[in-house]
């Protein structure tokens, strides 16, 4: 239903810095957040940031200050601005985007994820 073009993901190396970007189309329903989730092999699928409608935004714990997370004037588009990067932020990140259906659910689409890899 609802279509992603993700960027921005790559090779790094410690310390330095990449920023993503997602931009959404096709949606018809009433946003609530965008923001992005990694996941790891082996690991479960977690927060990494998000923004809701209104501007407030929430930062997995991991972060520790080095992400931030803004939205576009294009209100369908969200960066994610990664700086002192660590090998253990190694994963695929994959856009989120949660909506408000006119049934008052929440439902959550997903991108394809972008790899970003750190390393010396």
């Known amino acids: 239903q609802v279509q992603f073009a993700e960027s921005g993901g790559g090779l790094v190396q410690p310390g330095g810095s990449l920023t993503l970007s997602c931009t959404t189309s096709?949606?018809?329903?009433?946003?609530?957040?965008m923001g992005w989730y990694r996941q790891a092999p082996g690991k479960e699928r977690e927060l990494v940031a998000s923004?809701?409608?209104?501007?407030?935004?929430n930062y997995g714990d991991f972060v520790k200050g080095r992400f931030t997370i803004s939205r576009g004037n294009d209100r369908n588009t969200v960066y994610l601005q990664m700086t002192d990067l660590k090998p253990e932020d190694t994963a695929v990140y994959y856009c989120?985007?949660?909506?408000?259906?006119?049934?008052?659910?929440?439902?959550?689409?997903w991108g394809q994820g972008t790899q970003v890899t750190v390393s010396s």
């Open positions: 923004i809701l409608v209104g501007g407030s935004t």
């Open positions: 989120n985007l949660k909506t408000r259906r006119y049934n008052g659910g929440m439902y959550d689409d």
């Open positions: 096709g949606n018809i329903y009433i946003d609530y957040s």
